[in-house]
Nanobody, 116 residues
Framework: QVQLAESGGGLVQPGGSLTLSCAAS????????MGWYRQAPGKQRELVAS?????????NYADSVKGRFAISRDNAKNTMYLQMTSLKPEDTAVYYC????????WGQGTPVTVSS
């Protein structure tokens, strides 16, 4: 069974930066679309960024994070990243990675708190 492990979250002040990592237990990156999701307290899980693992690695972002977040992947390491800059309090959430759509078992996620 494929396992996903997110890491890199933490407490950061508004305007700060964090880089999240997603490691897969086996090679699942080809030829799928992978994504970063987040779930804020009391809200539904939402897709914030996605990347096509093949064909040039095209990316897509939710309007709320466009221009501030960057998704990337290292196929050789079965790892995906989410670089987050100019963080806002509304980015506070637990962040998860999965295929798009999220058909794999969900990992535990990594919490991100943006607060002064």
């Amino acid at each position: 069974q494929v396992q996903l492990a997110e890491s890199g979250g933490g407490l950061v002040q508004p305007g700060g930066s964090l880089t999240l990592s997603c490691a897969a237990s086996v090679s699942i990156f080809n030829p799928y679309v992978m994504g970063w999701y987040r779930q804020a307290p009391g809200k539904q899980r939402e897709l914030v960024a996605s990347i096509i693992i093949t064909h040039g690695g095209g990316t897509n972002y939710a309007d709320s994070v466009k221009g501030r977040f960057a998704i990337s992947r290292d196929n050789a390491k079965n790892t995906m990243y989410l670089q987050m800059t100019s963080l806002k309090p509304e980015d506070t959430a637990v962040y998860y990675c999965n295929l798009v759509p999220g058909v794999l078992p969900w990992g535990q996620g990594t919490p991100v708190t943006v607060s002064s």
